[in-house]
């Protein structure tokens, strides 16, 4: 079916070296075919015969359309398609959507095959890889003293959201990935002809299970639930694969190591998790103070937990006795702070020293009311923070080097101890995130408080400004005790007074950042400022515990933003805050809300134009600058490949620090399976050290190019804003030619689709805007405007044409990503499928002029577009993707014919609840086809 996985890693590409080969080819096909067919088995077993049969001759009439473009099929196929029966209908709806599910799961499965090949034929400088980033890093005359400098203070944080695109719930994933471990099985193990027939027997198990489990969730999700579902990754992916992954690099940097005296010198844990689940409340008021607590609990019990297996484990193995070994006194030290007396131990001092570092740690666990699963063998004091736990972990590594052991050492305690070092006791770091709006009306609320009159919403920017600067200076609180405060503003202060408390149990690491969601303007950082003075988090003397992190969203304030920035850090009361902080500010910059504003060439170039105009700015103050991307699955969202977006931001961007949103699907896709979670996580780490030193740190492309970009991005602005946001009638368009409301009711996340109770697209969360649009297979945020702009370029500059164009595309990286993601995103529209959503538009006059539009910019954007990059259809340079997606539609078409059909059942109110379950169903499957799509 296909030859890649289409979730973030960067696939395989023309040119690139293809280990696997035909014969890797020849094992997906055989993967998929045999899901396939135990599939087909389970649906005539459950279903019946008549259902199977229907099933594949939908299928296989599909394909003949797809394969030969026959038209008689595709009539046959709708045809086939109207005639069924609802019931019907939503078990051919469950065999596609299944069917696309599993072959997620064999494309994956092929993916960590060929990374695997490629890493046996030593392929060292594929790019995406540590092994080939520090080949480069070598080549270029960097050793591994000065590499190891570098993570010293490098940060690469992925960073965990609840963001509502991941359709599946988390039993269906657990299902999927007991299959995925089945298959990977078949590959590293020769089974013989009775263990073969035996895993067969388990994935018929495994499949008829996922069959019989439900695609949906019945009930809302809260916030906990949320958490829940975050942390299952952790169990899945983080807590091995990022100690092993450090620990591997580590033993990479060490070949030149004893050259520079540093032989002994471990690397810095310099990636580190985030997450907003539970901690996020812009827009989402079910995040309170009570809600953080419990997710920082929920955290705690993880990794604790975590810890406490792997002591266990450890025990039974550190075995070794003490008339065959030496110890140092450290270790003999712990080993007779045991409590454990039993005198079969009595001669082994590791796992005495175990059972005192258990005991501890089984304490602390209680302090924080985790129950361990298994008893200590006696009481002991416990630790107080991590770092009494890392050093005695430190104690059992440096007595078994320093007596011959090292290869001990370098086992499950390697790993412990640089887990330990990764996650702390608190998992990890949650951000704190609210809207500008809230804090504003928080701090009005305060002030008229204490001071009637005020008017704090009447201030302009420089009063308010003046009054948060002497609030920041004055020692005494802003809150009285005896004034009465509103809901919000008391939930607010809660959030802040929890904040504070997590930091006291568990250092400032917990919660190391407030972000501000809508930052407009100076005071917007001013007043959370002065919010978490109340708290005791920011201090009269100008010392912050926590990293105040502007977001800015709209087009209008990533232009504003450098600006903002300036005068923020001009004032000194700020200035001394930011210092307090080890002279690092960080910055977040919105992807999704920037695009639903501005469109997705004007998002993607004012992104990179404030970046540059951040680079400036705090070169000028001498600050760090550490900058925050909240990119979204899909490319309308600032989706798209990592590792390619990283090296494309401009010389300067990266600078050994970065952040990233992982949000909805895409979590699952990347993490959800070890090996390429792993994979993944590499790719983030690799692309931010060649970011960081391989490029050059005035790597602005010619002037000309900028102003080239610059023209394009406004005439594409114009474009965009003027369908989207000018058309009379085009929110009437919107809400009746996609899902957008029946998206509503998944049971998908616990935060609203819009700000308000309006449909204006102002007031819609950019999430649901753009998975409303892949679902009809449009995909308008990632393209929309573009066909436009270089026609308009074009007739200004005859001169240099398109070929100017062309040059853009082969010399600068930024220009070349952006056309790239566009290339994929066009891949997997449909015009034909997205016209049967518009006959969903009841104004005939309304459907025919804005749908006429969207035709004629969709196919002008993919007629530049490859004239652009040189190609003669879309993916043309990446033949494995394209066959990847292109072999999607047989099974994605039929679930986009029967989502419309059951779309005009649904609203001419039909009864029969099966027909919102059918479009829910169909909603999943298209999901997991397009894989990407919110």
Known sequence: MSTTILSDARPLRAGDADPAGADGDAHLRADIRLLGRILGDTVRDQEGADVFDLVERIRQTSIRFHRDEDKNARRELEGTLDRLSTAETVRIIRAFSYFSHLANIAEDQNNIRQNRTQNMAKAVHAEGSLAGAIARARAAGIDAHRLREFFRSALVSPVLTAHPTEVRRKSTIDREMEIAALLERRDRVQLTAAELEADNEELRRAVLTLWQTNLLRRTKLTVVDEVANGLSFYEYTFLRQLPRLLCALDDALRDDGQANGKSDEELASFLRMGSWIGGDRDGNPFVTADVMRATLHMQCDRILCFYLDELHELG??????????????????????????????????????????????????????????RAAVGSAEPYRNVAEFRGDLDIIHRSLVENNSAIVARGRLRFLRRAADCFGFHLASLDMRQNSVVHERTIAELFEAVAP??????????????????????????????????????????????????????????????????TQGVSDLLEIAVLLKEAGLVTPDGTSRINIVPLFETIEDLQACSTIMDALLSLPEYRRLVDSRGGVQEVMLGYSDSNKDGGFVTSGWELYKA????????????????????????????????YDAILAQPGGAVNGQIRITEQGEIISSKYSNPEVGRHNLEILAAATLEASLLQPKHSAPREEYL????????????????????????????????????????????????????????????????????????????????ASAVQGFVEKHPDKGIAFLQELYREWPFFRTLLSNMDMVLSKSSIAIASRYAELVPDETLRATIFQRIRAEWQSSIDLLLRIMGQDRLLGSNPLLERSIRNRFPYLDPLNHVQVELLKAHRANDPDPQVLRGIQITINGISAGLRNSG
């Open 316 to 373: 039974a193995e550190l075995s070794l006795a003490s008339h065959l070994v030496e110890v140092t006194p450290q270790l003999q030290s712990l080993s007779d702070s045991s409590p454990d007396t039993s005198a079969h131990r009595s001669g082994e001092p590791y796992r005495r020293a175990v059972s005192c570092i258990y005991a501890r740690l089984a304490a602390a666990a209680a302090a924080f009311d985790v129950k361990p699963r």
């Open 707 to 786: 102003v080239a970009m610059e023209e394009l991005s406004e005439m594409a602005f114009r474009a965009y804003r003027h369908l989207v946001y000018e058309t009379p009638g085009f929110e009437d368009y919107f809400w009746a030619s996609t899902v957008i409301t029946e998206i509503s009711t998944l049971n998908i996340g616990s935060r609203p689709a819009s700000r308000k109770k309006t449909r204006r697209i102002e007031d819609l969360r950019a999430i649901p805007w753009v998975f409303s649009w892949a679902q009809c297979r449009l995909m308008l945020p990632g393209w929309y405007g573009f």
């Open 453 to 518: 009159g005020t008017d704090y919403a009447a201030l302009d920017e420089k009063a308010r400004c003046a009054l948060l600067v002497g609030e920041l200076r004055t020692a005494r609180p802003l809150v009285s005790k005896f004034a009465s405060y509103s809901e919000e503003t008391l939930s607010e202060l809660g959030v802040m007074r929890a904040a504070s408390e997590a930091h006291t149990v568990f250092g400032e690491t917990v919660i190391p950042q407030s972000i501000v969601s809508m």
């Open 611 to 642: 970046e540059i105009g951040l680079i400036e700015v705090f070169a000028k103050h001498n600050v760090r600058l550490r900058l925050f991307h909240g990119r979204g699955g899909s490319v309308g969202r600032g989706g798209g490949p990592s």
